[in-house]
Nanobody, 128 residues
Framework: VQLQASGGGLVQPGGSLRLSCAAS????????IGWFRQAPGKEREWVAC????????YYPDSLKGRFTISRDHAENTVFLEVNSLKLEDTARYFC??????????????????????YGKGTQVTVSS
């Protein structure tokens, strides 16, 4: 299984980005894909999660409203749209996936560890 994130870059505060996560090798129809981010010196943070089986989406309360996760089931691609970007959104964003496993509030771990597959990520830098 490979997860390839793309779409990062340099963006001004208030701008938007659409990140893509192309998944290959997933043979099950029952899996979850999550987006996570990590900035240097900071803890890994869960950003969004989507279930392949019904498309249900999940977000941490602190990030609801500016982040939208979606999927193109036919293309095995999951997207993360980020609006109203802030300086503190600067981080490496990566996607991870694995079989459906409930972590208490979503199919993705809030601490960001434990899913079966992780991609290398794409850098998002918010700067004026």
């Amino acid at each position: 299984v490979q997860l390839q994130a793309s779409g990062g870059g340099l963006v001004q505060p208030g701008g938007s980005l659409r990140l893509s996560c192309a998944a290959s090798g997933l043979t099950s129809d029952y899996y979850a894909i999550g987006w996570f981010r990590q900035a240097p010196g900071k803890e890994r943070e869960w950003v969004a999660c989507i279930s392949s089986s019904d498309g249900a989406t999940y977000y941490p309360d602190s990030l609801k409203g500016r982040f939208t996760i979606s999927r193109d089931h036919a293309e095995n691609t999951v997207f993360l749209e980020v609006n109203s970007l802030k300086l503190e959104d600067t981080a490496r964003y990566f996607c991870a996936g694995g079989p459906l496993k409930w972590y208490g509030s979503s199919w993705c771990p809030s601490h960001g560890y434990g899913m079966d597959y992780y991609g290398k990520g794409t850098q998002v830098t918010v700067s004026s």
